[in-house]
């Protein structure tokens, strides 16, 4: 879609890589499920093949299809990219675009606040000969720059953290690394970039990774990733996944566009519900803080106010250390509407419990209560509410 004037982001999301002449006139793209793409003869072949990081020419189903092409190119309108590549899974977004970038020798800074399965990938990274240091995802600055060595390859970094939601300053981290030749790359799935751009934060990340699985898809039907490049990263980065096999099945690129056309409002509603849950659960009796930072007490409100446009739907409730393994158990199970499970970004609310000190730096979340993450979806407030209620009456008489 072509345009004069710059489009705001909630007409990004609804037009972006969306292009009717291209699919017979129809809003949608059809469902490319695919792996023969025929020639005419073998000068269109050759000419196919001639350039494999270039996209549109149909080549082989791994390679692309027209339904990954209008998802990769939403998303990379969405972050203000480059390109995109659309991965099976978030977790082989993240594996993929670190391998992208690391050789045997190297040394990478990985913040200690990340998705454990990302922290488990890095660990295994010491097999490679590459040798992974976690920084405090509250260092920033010259912080950073002191953990530097002349082997840092990259640093890679979630903002807010999973399950414990430190924000970073991000602008200040990709100024330092930047400065001293180490790439960076970010998970942007909590916010999505409905409410951060962080390529656009300070230097620029060179690669934003998601697991569109959570809001990006928001029905959780999907299992989809997606690594969104500046054009220095690209070539690195799809090469990369040209090697590892990296492709993403075709229904799944499908819900995941389908998805990003209504992420506007309901990334607004997951939002409203869930601070306004947040500000009622932090008063309750039994419970020692709220993990927010749109609430005005967090230690990262003031970060995610000036880099961040909002606040997705998720959440850590941490309990009052007095309550053992069981109080906690008899809380979760007394649950009728929040499910049980993992994952978020989905219509309906989920709760499930944390334990961030497994993964961690010893000390940064040692002598903390118990820890509970809410994603908070599009039930009745009252009826959510009430569950809690009868929760945490649970957790008090267990
Ligand atoms: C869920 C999640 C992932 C992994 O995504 P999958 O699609 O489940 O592989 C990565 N990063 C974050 C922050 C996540 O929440």
Request: proline share 7%.
């Given at each position: 879609m072509t345009h004069e004037a710059p489009l705001s982001p909630e007409t990004q999301l609804v037009h972006a890589g969306s292009d009717p002449g291209r699919q017979g006139g129809y809003v949608n793209p059809p469902v490319h499920r695919a792996s023969t793409a025929l020639y005419r003869d073998t000068a269109e072949m050759d000419a196919s093949q001639a350039d494999p990081l270039k996209r549109g020419t149909p080549v082989y189903g791994r390679f692309g299809t027209p339904t990954g092409r209008a998802f990769e190119e939403a998303l990379t309108v969405l972050e203000g990219g480059h390109a995109t590549v659309a991965t099976c899974s978030g977790l082989a977004a993240i594996t993929t675009a670190i391998l992208a970038y690391v050789r045997a020798g190297d040394h990478i800074l990985v913040s200690d606040s990340v998705y454990l399965p990302t922290r488990k990938f890095c660990d295994s990274l010491a097999a490679l000969g590459v040798e992974t240091e976690y920084y405090d995802p509250c260092a920033t600055g010259a912080a950073i720059d002191a953990l530097i060595r002349p082997r840092t390859r990259l640093l890679y970094l979630e903002s807010p953290g999973s399950t414990t939601f430190e924000v970073q300053d991000i602008p200040a981290i990709t100024e330092v690394c930047r400065a001293r030749g180490v790439a960076t790359i970010a998970d942007n799935t909590w916010a999505t970039p409905a409410f951060c751009r962080p390529l656009e934060l300070g230097a620029g990340v060179d690669a934003v990774v998601h697991s569109a699985t959570k809001y990006l898809t928001g029905h959780a039907d999907s299992i989809l990733g997606a690594i969104v490049c500046t054009q220095e990263s690209y070539p690195l980065i799809r090469g990369a996944a040209i090697r590892l096999g990296q492709c993403a099945g075709a229904d799944d690129l499908y819900l995941g566009l389908r998805g990003l056309r209504t992420l506007g409002p309901r990334l607004a509603r997951h939002q409203e519900q869930a601070l306004d849950l947040a500000r009622w659960t932090a008063a309750q009796d039994g419970v020692a803080s709220v993990l927010h930072?749109?609430?005005?007490?967090?230690?990262?409100h003031t970060l995610w106010r000036r880099d961040f446009t909002g606040a997705a739907g998720l959440f850590g409730v941490e309990l009052d250390p007095r309550f053992t393994k069981p109080a906690v158990e008899a809380m979760l199970n007394a649950f009728r509407i929040f499910g049980l499970g993992h994952s978020y970004g989905g219509y309906e609310s989920l709760v499930v419990p944390a334990d961030p000190a497994a993964g961690?730096?010893?000390?940064?979340?040692?002598?903390r209560g118990p820890l509970i993450r809410v994603h908070v979806g599009f039930e009745s407030p009252a009826d959510l509410r009430e569950d809690l209620r009868t929760a945490l009456k649970a957790l008090h008489t267990a």
């Amino acid at each position: 879609m072509t345009h004069e004037a710059p489009l705001s982001p909630e007409t990004q999301l609804v037009h972006a890589g969306s292009d009717p002449g291209r699919q017979g006139g129809y809003v949608n793209p059809p469902v490319h499920r695919a792996s023969t793409a025929l020639y005419r003869d073998t000068a269109e072949m050759d000419a196919s093949q001639a350039d494999p990081l270039k996209r549109g020419t149909p080549v082989y189903g791994r390679f692309g299809t027209p339904t990954g092409r209008a998802f990769e190119e939403a998303l990379t309108v969405l972050e203000g990219g480059h390109a995109t590549v659309a991965t099976c899974s978030g977790l082989a977004a993240i594996t993929t675009a670190i391998l992208a970038y690391v050789r045997a020798g190297d040394h990478i800074l990985v913040s200690d606040s990340v998705y454990l399965p990302t922290r488990k990938f890095c660990d295994s990274l010491a097999a490679l000969g590459v040798e992974t240091e976690y920084y405090d995802p509250c260092a920033t600055g010259a912080a950073i720059d002191a953990l530097i060595r002349p082997r840092t390859r990259l640093l890679y970094l979630e903002s807010p953290g999973s399950t414990t939601f430190e924000v970073q300053d991000i602008p200040a981290i990709t100024e330092v690394c930047r400065a001293r030749g180490v790439a960076t790359i970010a998970d942007n799935t909590w916010a999505t970039p409905a409410f951060c751009r962080p390529l656009e934060l300070g230097a620029g990340v060179d690669a934003v990774v998601h697991s569109a699985t959570k809001y990006l898809t928001g029905h959780a039907d999907s299992i989809l990733g997606a690594i969104v490049c500046t054009q220095e990263s690209y070539p690195l980065i799809r090469g990369a996944a040209i090697r590892l096999g990296q492709c993403a099945g075709a229904d799944d690129l499908y819900l995941g566009l389908r998805g990003l056309r209504t992420l506007g409002p309901r990334l607004a509603r997951h939002q409203e519900q869930a601070l306004d849950l947040a500000r009622w659960t932090a008063a309750q009796d039994g419970v020692a803080s709220v993990l927010h930072p749109a609430l005005p007490e967090d230690p990262g409100h003031t970060l995610w106010r000036r880099d961040f446009t909002g606040a997705a739907g998720l959440f850590g409730v941490e309990l009052d250390p007095r309550f053992t393994k069981p109080a906690v158990e008899a809380m979760l199970n007394a649950f009728r509407i929040f499910g049980l499970g993992h994952s978020y970004g989905g219509y309906e609310s989920l709760v499930v419990p944390a334990d961030p000190a497994a993964g961690r730096l010893p000390g940064t979340w040692s002598g903390r209560g118990p820890l509970i993450r809410v994603h908070v979806g599009f039930e009745s407030p009252a009826d959510l509410r009430e569950d809690l209620r009868t929760a945490l009456k649970a957790l008090h008489t267990a």
